[in-house]
T-cell receptor, first 110, second 114 residues
Framework: SQQGEEDPQALSIQEGENATMNCSYK?????LQWYRQNSGRGLVHLIL?????REKHSGRLRVTLDTSKKSSSLLITASRAADTASYFC??????????FGTGTRLKVLA | GAVVSQHPSRVICKSGTSVKIECRSL??????MFWYRQFPKQSLMLMAT?????????EQGVEKDKFLINHASLTLSTLTVTSAHPEDSSFYIC??????????FGQGTRLTVV
């Protein structure tokens, strides 16, 4: 399969809680990116993490990368209703052809 | 980061007609551009890779005569969906990269064929 795997497929939390999404992939990568997509809209770039990096932060977002386990996680702290969206990871093996995960649909309840 | 712009963001066309989607790199020269497709509630799948001045390379299962890709300049690639049918309705998104950089994504185009 071309796709990576993300879990959970769907996540529903209360506003103020933290949300964690995981991404697993199959081959060695050059970098991994996380994107957000609101329903029916385009992709919004969140964070890029390179294979030699283990953790990156951007505002309320924290991304980790474990290349030995071929996995990454995205943590959104103090979630807001506006964070409701689908979240995708995308991996690049160095060919710049990104392989997207199956996505996690996050719903933040006010 | 680099800016990639797609146009139009939404398009509705009649069955049997062709529709062109543009992907532009606004502040860098894109030696390679990629086209992806996303069916409702699914992930994005790579359709083809295009290098400036050469023919596109299509992924397995993608009809090259159906989805015409032209990468005529270092800042513009176009995807033409020919003889569109309702099953071609989808979200199409491009990405672009310059040499030795990551690929950056456009905002996508939602195509509806009626």
């Amino acid at each position: 399969s071309q796709q990576g795997e993300e879990d959970p497929q769907a996540l529903s939390i209360q506003e103020g809680e933290n949300a964690t999404m995981n991404c697993s992939y199959k081959t060695s990568i050059n970098n991994l990116q996380w994107y957000r997509q609101n329903s029916g809209r385009g992709l919004v770039h969140l964070i890029l993490i390179r294979s030699n990096e283990r953790e990156k932060h951007s505002g309320r977002l924290r991304v980790t990368l474990d290349t030995s386990k071929k996995s990454s996680s995205l943590l959104i702290t103090a979630s807001r209703a506006a964070d409701t969206a689908s979240y995708f990871c995308a991996t690049d093996r160095g060919t710049y052809k990104y392989i997207f995960g199956t996505g996690t649909r996050l719903k933040v309840l006010a | 980061g680099a800016v990639v712009s797609q146009h139009p963001s939404r398009v509705i066309c009649k069955s049997g007609t062709s529709v062109k989607i543009e992907c532009r790199s606004l502040d860098f020269q894109a030696t390679t551009m990629f086209w992806y497709r996303q069916f409702p509630k699914q992930s994005l799948m790579l359709m083809a890779t295009s290098n400036e001045g050469s023919k596109a390379t299509y992924e397995q299962g993608v009809e090259k005569d159906k989805f015409l890709i032209n990468h005529a300049s270092l800042t513009l690639s176009t995807l033409t969906v020919t003889s569109a049918h309702p099953e071609d309705s989808s979200f199409y998104i491009c990405s672009a990269r310059a040499d030795s950089t990551e690929a950056f994504f456009g905002q996508g185009t939602r195509l509806t064929v009626v």
